[in-house]
């Protein structure tokens, strides 16, 4: 019994987790043209549907229905696997975030998180470090030298701020002293659910935060796919859906990177007055509340991202560099001592 | 079969196919991806045995840095098709030679070491905490010398791609 019941409900929470990565993806296609044009003072898409709130699924349809062009002198299998590897890496990381608390169904309590690994941290760095090789090697078998130069581009970016990305999260990991998702997550319900890191960790939000928009190759890090200098980056030579794959892979990784960033600093699935809502009203009611304050927070982190890609322009290379290298990394490095320091003053 | 058994004998054939592939292989993008599958394997191994740390480590360090390491130099080489190799006949009967006594030493050492695949692994004894108690505690002046060996090392390689100065005529 024990072991079925866990397989069925492992298998909802995955697919549910699925759906609603692929939904919010595909809408914040539809939100970044919108977020554009409230900007830049235009209407953005309106024709398909009201509101042209189909224009996620017309887009799809045009994508699915254009040529699918592989160059000849390209080496195929590589070229085909490459999307679906970006792809793949983008929503893996999903299966740590804890959603919400738990849901007792029939005396059962079940955590909606996809898997609780005691090391979920380490396997978000992992994940973020396997990102590089969609990119790589799409951009190799294209057989195309600003291919080859977008993806170079790219990953020499990834390997770079996975740094400061790992050692902002070390200075996280003093204060939380665990690794796992959800009891980060449940750590923050102190204070009636106030109790968020971001309090603890102010500097190392800011670096994660310029560090996951350097992972996820957005503005003001889009170097790889710098139009004026390269053509189209690593995906120069894709089209049809396998280029729909490449920037759909974008936006998950925009989401779940927000999700992340939501869960680690500002508190997840907790709000005020989480604690004395739990006493008032019944469990899953208050735990479906939560699930609803975390996807808010993840919105508005998603919205952060299109907002500063619309506001700020690129990075030359050697600024990307260079920020990278003698700001980022002796920032987080300080952050980590001070960090040290204070949990040692203060803590036990 | 337990189910651990059932991963267990799968992860070891695609590991096995995988690093074949590795050494088989003419294209050297292909041997790499062989590669980062066998190191996949790998690290589903280490989790079979409970040590989920080096699993994650396994794949950060090994897949995620080292291996695209190797991809840059390949795909900047462009080694795209190498010319095989000739080897004499001799070194080729050397080989294997050399093989056979190797496979020899391991199938004798799996037909007297009994129960391969162990039912239930060893309790926490590849968890975070229990690692960092053993490396803070019993293991502290070693794994300072080997982090002080490291970045010795790295500030040399930092040394050494600095440009020098002009001597000055």
Known sequence: ?348 | MELNEIIFYILAFIGIVAALVTVTANNPIYSILGLIVCFFTISAHFVLMNAQFLAMVNIIVYAGAIIVLFLFVVMMMNLNDLPRVKTHILWKVAGVVGAGGLMLILVASLKVSGNLVQAQPVANIGLIHTLGKVLMNEFLVPFIMTSILLNSAMIGAVLLTKREKRIQK
């Open chain 1, 1 to 348: 019994m024990g072991l079925e019941a866990l397989l069925i409900e492992k298998t909802i929470i995955v697919v549910i987790v699925f759906i609603v990565t692929l939904t919010i993806a595909a809408y914040s296609t539809y939100g970044e043209r919108k977020v554009a044009a409230f900007i830049q003072d235009r209407i953005g898409p309106n024709k398909a549907g009201p509101y042209g709130l189909m224009q996620p699924l017309a887009d799809g349809i045009k994508m699915l229905m254009k040529e699918d062009f592989v160059p000849q002198q390209a080496n195929k299998f590589l070229f085909h696997i490459a999307p679906g590897l970006s792809m793949l890496t983008a929503l893996m990381v999903s299966a740590v975030i804890p959603w919400g608390k738990t849901i007792i169904i029939g005396g059962r309590s079940i955590p909606i998180q996809v898997t609780d690994i005691n090391i979920g941290i380490l396997y978000v760095l992992s994940v973020v470090s396997l990102g590089v090789y969609g990119v790589m090697i799409g951009g190799w078998a294209s057989n195309n030298k600003y291919s080859l130069m977008g993806a170079l581009r790219a990953s020499s970016q990834m390997i770079s701020y996975e740094l400061p990305m790992g050692l902002s999260l070390i200075a996280l990991l003093m204060v939380t002293g665990t690794m796992s998702f959800s009891e980060i997550a449940a750590q923050q319900s102190g204070w009636n659910g106030m109790q968020w890191n971001i309090i603890y960790q102010p500097i190392g939000f800011v670096l994660f935060l310029i560090c996951a928009f350097a992972e996820a190759n957005r503005t003001p890090f889009d170097l790889p796919e710098c139009e004026a200098e390269l053509v189209g980056g690593y995906h120069t030579e894709y089209s049809s859906m396998k280029l729909g794959f490449f920037l759909f892979a974008e936006y998950a990784h925009m989401f779940v990177s927000s999700a992340i960033i939501s869960t680690l600093y500002f508190g997840g699935y907790n709000f005020p007055g989480i604690n004395t809502l739990y006493e008032m009203l019944p469990h899953n009611i208050v735990t479906l509340i939560g699930v609803g304050v975390l996807m808010i927070k993840t919105l508005f982190f998603i919205f952060l991202f299109m907002w500063v890609r619309w506001t700020i322009p690129r990075f030359r290379y050697d600024q990307l560099m260079n920020l990278g290298w003698k700001r980022l990394v002796p920032i987080a490095i300080a952050n980590i001592i001070i960090t040290a320091g204070v949990v040692l003053l203060f803590d036990k």
